[in-house]
């Protein structure tokens, strides 16, 4: 039997891995429970079976399923990576800071502004600057009134140095 879609035979493999490996894991480091009374590992061991699932089946089409090009897989579009990984590594390390190299936590407004700005630097033609203060502010706005307003979590807003003044 061979791969007719060689894309989609790759991402059912992606599939199928990582829902293996959050399957694994919430069963080993988690109390799984039951249904009716759930633990910790219940829903990540539940989550990662479905995506095995999913994989699973798109694995099976990409070998039954003829396509027009053979989905063939072209070059890696590096940019788009480095942007958007990137991105949310810095969304992280400004949300929370990084105390071990001396990086305080810059809160969700900035690190929310510096993902966006990130993130639109994927697409070399597109970056209007405009356009990401306006989308920034959107995504600021409706988190803080999601996460500190509705769901009162306890994370740092502002930089703390804004704080001390």
């Known amino acids: 039997m ?3 879609s060689q894309k989609d035979f790759v991402s ?3 599939f199928t891995t990582t829902g293996a490996a959050f399957a694994w894991n919430s069963a080993t480091a988690y109390t799984i429970g039951s249904a009716s009374q759930m633990g910790p590992g219940y829903f ?3 989550l990662g079976l479905v995506l095995v699932l999913l994989g699973g089946f798109i694995m099976f ?3 039954v399923v003829e396509t027009p090009d053979g989905g063939v897989i072209g070059e890696i579009a590096w940019r788009p990576l480095v942007c958007i990984l990137g991105a949310n590594l810095l969304f992280g ?5 990084v105390p071990s190299i001396g990086i ?4 969700l407004v900035v690190a929310i502004f510096a993902l966006t700005g990130v993130a639109l630097l994927a697409d070399a033609t597109s970056f209007n600057l405009r356009r990401m203060l306006v989308l920034s ?3 600021a706005a409706g988190s803080y009134l999601v996460f500190i307003s509705l769901l009162n979590l306890q994370m740092p807003v502002w ?3 804004v704080n001390a003044f």
């Not at 390390?93 to 800071?97: F, I, P, S």
């Open 2 to 4: 061979s791969i007719k």
């Open 12 to 14: 059912g493999l992606m």
């Open 44 to 46: 990540p061991l539940v």
């Open 61 to 63: 089409f990409s070998l």
């Open 93 to 97: 390390a400004l949300l929370g800071g």
């Open 104 to 107: 305080p936590s810059f809160g």
């Open 137 to 139: 502010s959107i995504l």
């Open 159 to 161: 930089p703390a140095f």
